[in-house]
């Protein structure tokens, strides 16, 4: 089951929009038999604590992450460490990855990432490293890279 935001002014806070989106879900999932329940539930990240609310509210539904926008290369890196530590299980990443400068590359650091062995910072260098190594001109300069401009990250 995939569940966006919605995409029209709804007059609320963002923590409160968040609050609804899992409340609708989860209401939604009730009047579902097990038998007709979906595995997988696919969402846009509202932060740590909404999404930690869906994983500990039914342990038998895989939840996952919509990737969003292409954002920074930081912002790629942030969302998939930060989702993985609320308990997502599945990152849907297919326009940051289709719109990097290397798909290969950004696949290849996202594991490292996952496991905690390095930074999303770290993965911002080395990526960057690697597009060197290629010789192909990155979209945004390291600095700018660094940078996070999701709002979803920024609110946390």
Partial sequence: MEVFNPNAPVGMKKSDEASMVN?????????VTEAERPVFLKIAYNGG?????LVEHDSSTIVGLLGGSAGTTRDTFELLQRGEQAGARVALFGRKIQRAES?????RLMR??????????QAVKDYHAALAKLKITPLRSLDSDLQITDPALLGE
């Fill in 23 to 31: 409340d609708h879900i989860i209401r939604t999932l009730a009047g």
């Fill in 49 to 53: 604590k909404h999404l930690r609310e």
């Fill in 112 to 121: 490292p990432v996952i496991e905690g062995k390095i930074s999303p910072t």
């Fill in 103 to 107: 798909q290969t590359d950004i696949v």
